[in-house]
């Protein structure tokens, strides 16, 4: 979900990890490139509702609105954090335009890029914890 800390906490874990291990098994240069796939899968997560807004030719009030939507419905727990991007986009493109047809088109895309947001940060996730296992176990 945007805005959880996930990957953060996973790449946390990971440093823990090695450091309990002295570095031996999982090293610098590795750690490195697990903080740099956690950089992205977070920059992803912020911004996947308001680029799939802006693919759609909507304003960037809109894609403004989607991404504080989705600031919004952190408080709202999951219907928030669905519901979020959506109704932002749909409230940032009618200030806009008066065209409820346009606004709904860039809610849609702000969901769509929340979804594909949120299984590209899954992936990333899926990556650092899959390599972090590799380094600790096969060395």
Partial sequence: MPGLPGPILVFAGVLVAAWGDGFA???PLTLVALG?????AYAIDIAAAALGVRRVGASPRAAV???????????FG??????GPFAGAVAGELTVRRDLRAAGRAGLAAWIGFIVGTALK???VFVVIGV????????
């Fill in 78 to 83: 999951l219907p928030g954090l669905i519901i």
């Fill in 65 to 75: 609105g989607a991404a504080l939507g989705a600031i919004a419905g952190l408080f």
């Fill in 122 to 124: 899954l992936t990333l």
């Fill in 36 to 40: 740099l796939i956690t950089a992205a």
């Fill in 132 to 139: 972090a296992l590799l380094a600790l176990f096969l060395r």
């Fill in 25 to 27: 098994r999982i090293g």
